[in-house]
């Protein structure tokens, strides 16, 4: 063959080969599909008894694209589910029995599939091949809705943006899920975590809390968690979690999102530079701030303005609206914990909160959700919830303080809580005084009610309502920085000295001498 023959003849191959080409793309585009390994991974099952159980829980009859494919796996799992034997006579008998059997091809494509494998070697492999094109497929198809709803002018946006959020969720929840872990893997990671802890002398192995007593129980605030702090109104959720928030951000640098949608973000910062400042919160309200309260805000915020606190005051939060907005948090900012202030204000599905059951069932859809994301951004969360009046109908004083049963609109709340906390001031129901005698003014309690990890009890707080903050009880009983200009001021007891608190007091060892034989 001449040089110019061989030339032309490369030409027409290449010439044919680009018609190809373009025919194929006039007639659109393919889906993502891989009908060879389905085949096979089809085949496999029918070769092995044991190859089902090492895909059972990758494939489901949708995920094959071709359909006789998606009739043959689903007789194949309804064997299964009758603990029945796998293999080409059984499927070829089920698939009978159904009336399918003709329509995916008869006996002789079943018994053709086993002929295009050897073995069942590779089947977890090919399965999660075949896994991925669907996902694909699933992705491409939401999208082309998405893009078709956007164009429509009747299309409610919110509407539309509720629906992109779920289908993808549903993509990532339904397809994408952890693989189980062999218990040596398991073990190995919690040694390391031990051995982590091991180094820290502090005892917190979470987002501390700022609060001695309850860092104490709780080792602070733990990933994954979700927390449900509750309490009637006026007992002071808001001012415990900004004070939560203000410590992890400011004395840790933990970066922190506060999710407010019953107070606006200028509010909440105007509580945090009151307790910050510790300038009345009614005077920065009012702004009638003397020169002295300007000069000593202005020295106080400087950590409060560098602190990684990020808040979001959307009103009326839906669920995937706070799932999107969490996941983008994560990834830009690496926050360490979530805080939402309220539970009940938020809506399960929708710009309207509109969606099916009733307000009990979509609480507890939401609750479900909150324990989703923390385990999803392996992150805390805490969130404030409402109680029942059933608090003030209860008779007497001491059967105020709130119980599990008390939580407001679903008992699913109490379920999904890995904690569940109730905020208590005495003092708001006319309680001046405990059992011991002991004042009960400013005094504040956390009753750990639920801990699945851990111990439960009650931890007493100073409520500091001017400032609208909790301290540590302790924080009142600091002692003086400086003297002042008369050389005694200051060195007689005050009139809290005889106050009981909570600091220890030991006796000194200089009282072991005696006076034989003295110190110096």
């Not at 896994?131 to 999208?143: D, F, G, H, N, P």
């Not at 949608?261 to 945090?272: A, T, W």
Request: net charge negative.
């Amino acid at each position: 063959m001449s040089i110019e023959n061989e030339q032309g003849g490369k030409g027409n191959i290449i010439s044919r080969k680009a018609r190809l080409t373009n025919t194929v793309s006039s007639m659109g585009k393919l889906p993502p599909q891989a009908l060879d390994l389905e085949e096979a991974v089809l085949g496999a099952l029918m070769l092995e008894k044991d190859a089902l159980s090492a895909v059972i829980d990758i494939l489901k009859p949708e995920i094959f694209y071709q359909e006789s494919h998606q009739k043959i796996f689903a007789a194949i799992h309804m064997l299964f589910e009758k603990s029945k034997p796998v293999d080409i006579l059984t499927v070829t008998s089920e698939l009978r029995q159904q009336g399918t059997l003709e329509m995916v091809g008869g006996a002789y494509y079943i018994t053709n599939l086993t002929n295009r494998v050897a073995s069942a070697a590779n089947i977890e492999y090919h399965a999660r091949i075949i896994s991925q094109k669907y996902i694909q497929r699933e992705l491409i198809r939401i999208s082309t809705d998405i893009i078709t709803n956007a164009y429509e002018d009747t299309t409610d946006i919110f509407d539309l943006l509720d629906h992109a959020e779920k289908g993808l969720f549903d993509i990532a929840q339904n397809n994408l899920r952890r693989d189980t872990q062999k218990m040596d893997d398991i073990i190995k990671q919690s040694l390391a975590t031990l051995e982590e802890l091991r180094t820290k002398t502090d005892g917190l192995t979470g987002v501390p809390t700022g609060f001695t007593g309850l860092d104490r129980i709780t080792g602070g605030w733990q990933k994954q968690d979700l927390v449900i702090i509750a309490a009637r109104p006026a007992m002071g959720k808001t001012a415990f979690v900004l004070t939560c928030a203000r410590n992890a951000t400011v004395d840790f640098q933990k970066p922190t999102v506060v999710f407010s949608l019953e107070m606006s973000s200028v509010q909440l910062v105007n509580r945090l530079i009151s307790g910050e400042a510790e300038i009345e919160q009614e005077k920065i309200r009012k702004g009638n701030l003397q020169e002295w309260e300007w000069q000593q805000l202005h020295s106080k915020i400087g950590r409060l303005t560098e602190a990684p606190l990020l808040i979001d005051d959307t009103p009326a939060l839906n669920i995937f609206e706070f799932r999107a907005k969490c996941r983008r948090l994560k990834s830009q900012y690496d926050i360490q914990l979530v805080i939402v202030d309220y539970l009940q204000l938020m809506h399960g599905k929708g710009e309207n909160g509109k969606g099916g059951g009733n307000r009990e069932q979509e609480i507890g859809s939401i609750s479900r959700a909150l324990k989703s994301v923390a385990k999803e951004l392996d992150v805390p969360v805490l969130a404030l919830s409402q109680l029942s009046r059933a608090v003030e109908s209860r008779p007497g004083l001491q059967g105020k303080r709130p119980m599990l049963s008390d939580l407001r609109e679903s008992g699913s709340i109490e379920q999904d809580a890995d904690m569940v906390l109730f905020l208590y001031r005495p003092e708001y129901y006319g309680i001046t005084e405990d059992e011991q005698g002991r004042s009960q003014a400013g005094i504040g309690e956390v009753i750990i009610a639920k801990h699945r990890n851990g111990e439960t009890g009650i931890v007493p707080l100073r409520f500091v309502g001017k400032f609208v903050k909790f301290t540590d009880l302790e924080e009142d009983f600091t002692a003086p920085t400086s003297f002042a200009a008369d050389p005694s001021a200051g060195m007689y007891p005050s009139q809290d000295f005889e106050k009981q608190s909570n600091v220890i007091i030991r006796p000194s060892k200089m009282d072991d001498y005696n006076d034989e034989d003295p110190p110096f």
